[in-house]
């Protein structure tokens, strides 16, 4: 299975508009990607669109963890 890049910056979008439905269907493709095996990659976004991977999530464990990171304020 191929790792799923999340981009932080439309985490951090949908965190300030409040839309659940997107971050659940997100973590929901997260979750999925570390059961198959892959990793989770977070990247953040330059302005120029170049993307800097700077943490990757490998086990469930450590995905639980960054999920209740993304929604503990929602």
């Known amino acids: 299975m191929e790792d799923y890049i999340i981009s932080v910056n439309r985490i951090e979008e949908l965190q300030m508009i409040k839309d659940i439905q997107s971050l659940e ?3 929901e493709r997260a979750r999925r990607a570390i ?3 892959a ?3 977070l ?5 120029g ?3 800097e991977k700077f943490d990757a999530i ?3 464990t450590g995905f639980r963890q960054y ?3 993304v929604f503990r304020y929602l």
């Open 43 to 47: 990247v953040r976004e330059s302005a």
């Open 58 to 60: 490998t086990d469930e």
């Open 25 to 27: 269907s997100i973590m």
């Open 35 to 37: 059961i198959g095996g």
């Open 49 to 51: 669109g170049k993307q």
């Open 39 to 41: 990793a989770v990659i």
């Open 67 to 69: 999920r209740e990171r």
